[in-house]
């Protein structure tokens, strides 16, 4: 848990806002002893700040990034669908504990309408990295159950982020000697996931949900909104994410 929360705050040091408030704050330290170097961070931090809260550019960002949509008449044949979990509401006064974050609730919906087409066997995944006594995939499994009244075979509850998710869903797929799968994650999320799972030897066929879409382009386009720098925010810890996740895969041979 220890390790999950270094990662957590070092990356939030290296997006939007932490970077730009970095900026700010050198800024400032500058400001008197150099007034040039530090109006130039203020003005760039300020600048940055607007430019990534404008939802032109968040939305532009994530389109850039995020993998293409694709259905089932698109695939090659697969054995199983893996649907990542998406982080947790804890404590939810509405349901009495633990349950499946929104994000987490986008890609069991699609899992769910994947599993109706295509009736391939379901896998979980996802742990509990803060500690907690329930882990993500405990909750996954029995909204899919429950509530899409979709059937888990494997439930996989030890991954702290999507390294592991590869690794040990590889470790539980392998004793069905199950290589190609559907993956399920954000559009956004994909490329990443799919990194990772095929580098823990995974044949992978992605799933991508919840892409970022754009209307008929208005002003609100252009003026910040919170929303707009979380995409944006997205962004940036996805491309600082996958370029370690390479260097990793690099060093380790």
Do not use: C
Request: charged share 15%; aromatic share 8%.
């Amino acid at each position: 848990m220890l390790a999950w929360q270094i990662t957590n705050a070092l990356s939030s040091l290296l997006i939007p806002p932490g970077l730009l408030l970095v900026l700010f704050a050198s800024g400032l330290a500058l400001i008197r002893r150099r007034p040039r170097a530090g109006r130039a961070l203020l003005i760039a931090g300020a600048g940055g700040l607007y430019l990534l809260s404008m939802p032109l550019t968040g939305t532009t960002l994530l389109q850039y990034w995020e993998s293409p949509a694709a259905g089932p008449a698109d695939w090659p044949p697969a054995a199983a669908i893996v649907v990542l979990g998406g982080g947790q509401y804890r404590q939810a006064p509405e349901y009495g504990g633990d349950t499946a974050g929104a994000m987490g609730l986008v890609r069991l919906r699609y899992a769910a309408e994947l599993h109706r087409r295509s009736s391939l066997p379901v896998l979980v995944s996802g742990g509990s990295p803060d500690g907690a006594a329930t882990g993500e995939a405990q909750a996954m499994q029995k909204i899919l159950e429950r509530e899409f009244a979709v059937p888990v075979r494997w439930s996989e509850n030890r991954s702290a982020n999507t390294l592991d998710n590869a690794r040990y869903s590889r470790d539980i797929l392998a004793a069905e000697n199950i290589r190609r799968i559907v993956l399920v994650t954000h559009a956004w999320h994909m490329p990443r996931a799919r990194l990772a799972f095929e580098q823990a030897g995974f044949e992978v066929v992605a799933a991508p949900t919840a892409h970022a879409t754009r209307g008929r382009l208005t002003i609100l386009d252009f003026l910040p909104d919170a929303g707009a720098l979380l995409d944006s925010a997205l962004f940036f810890h996805e491309v600082i994410g996958t370029v370690w996740y390479r260097l990793r895969f690099i060093f380790q041979g």
